[in-house]
Antibody
Framework: EVQLVESGGGLIQPGGSLRLSCAAS????????MNWVRQAPGKGLEWVSI???????YYADSVKGRFTISRDNSKNTLYLQMNSLRAEDTAVYYC?????????????WGQGTLVTVSS | EIVMTQSPATLSVSPGERATLSCRAS??????LAWYQQKPGQAPRLLIS???TRATGIPARFSGSGSGTEFTLTISSLQSEDFAVYYC????????FGQGTKVDIK
């Protein structure tokens, strides 16, 4: 069974850093395209970042230069390092899988972890 | 960036009735269009990919149609568990989502 479990969210001051984790089971993160998607409170969905099976990474303009996506194949875990956090980064962060070879639609999602950026 | 626009923002429907949700892209996305369902406090769930292909386990009352810039999600006979927010997403370029359509009980 495919499962994604995020952790690492919390309350952080503006300018601070946080690292989110997403533990995967039932498939390998290295063999698929793994993503972070966020949802601000009461708002819609925003794609944040992707790491391809080959290791290439891409980011939304809103987080480029501040966020870094990575993975640990031995732990089958996806990460999102978030630096220079702003109030507008407040959101539930979901990890989501794009099955390798498919188009970039998300077939499995984690339950999400809430990041609140506030002083 | 491709902008996705969904209409209406809210759709009030009685159980057993048909619901028709629309999604428009600011430029052609071919058939690279997905639909998701999200209930309060839950993650989105994939319903449709490729504009019209139901995901595994999705009931046949959900159907998608369209190509290019105009897309439709139809729920043929609304069940109680279908009241939720629905998002479209294009993946012809970097993914972007519509703002959502809330389907609530009339």
């Amino acid at each position: 069974e495919v499962q994604l479990v995020e952790s690492g969210g919390g309350l952080i001051q503006p300018g601070g850093s946080l690292r989110l984790s997403c533990a995967a089971s039932g498939f390998t993160v290295s063999g698929n395209y793994m993503n972070w998607v966020r949802q601000a409170p009461g708002k819609g969905l925003e794609w944040v970042s992707i790491i391809y099976s080959g290791g290439n990474t891409y980011y939304a303009d809103s987080v480029k230069g501040r966020f870094t996506i990575s993975r640990d194949n031995s732990k089958n875990t996806l990460y999102l390092q978030m630096n220079s956090l702003r109030a507008e980064d407040t959101a539930v962060y979901y990890c989501a899988r794009v099955r390798s070879g498919n188009g970039n639609y998300f077939d499995y999602w984690g339950q999400g972890t809430l990041v609140t950026v506030s002083s | 960036e491709i902008v996705m626009t969904q209409s209406p923002a809210t759709l009030s429907v009685s159980p057993g009735e048909r619901a028709t949700l629309s999604c428009r892209a600011s430029q052609s996305v071919s058939s690279n269009l997905a639909w998701y369902q999200q209930k309060p406090g839950q993650a989105p769930r994939l319903l449709i990919s490729g504009a019209s292909t139901r995901a595994t386990g999705i009931p046949a009352r959900f159907s998608g149609s369209g190509s290019g810039t105009e897309f439709t999600l139809t729920i043929s006979s609304l069940q109680s568990e279908d009241f939720a927010v629905y998002y479209c997403q294009q993946y012809n370029q970097w993914p972007t989502f519509g703002q959502g359509t809330k389907v609530d009980i009339k």
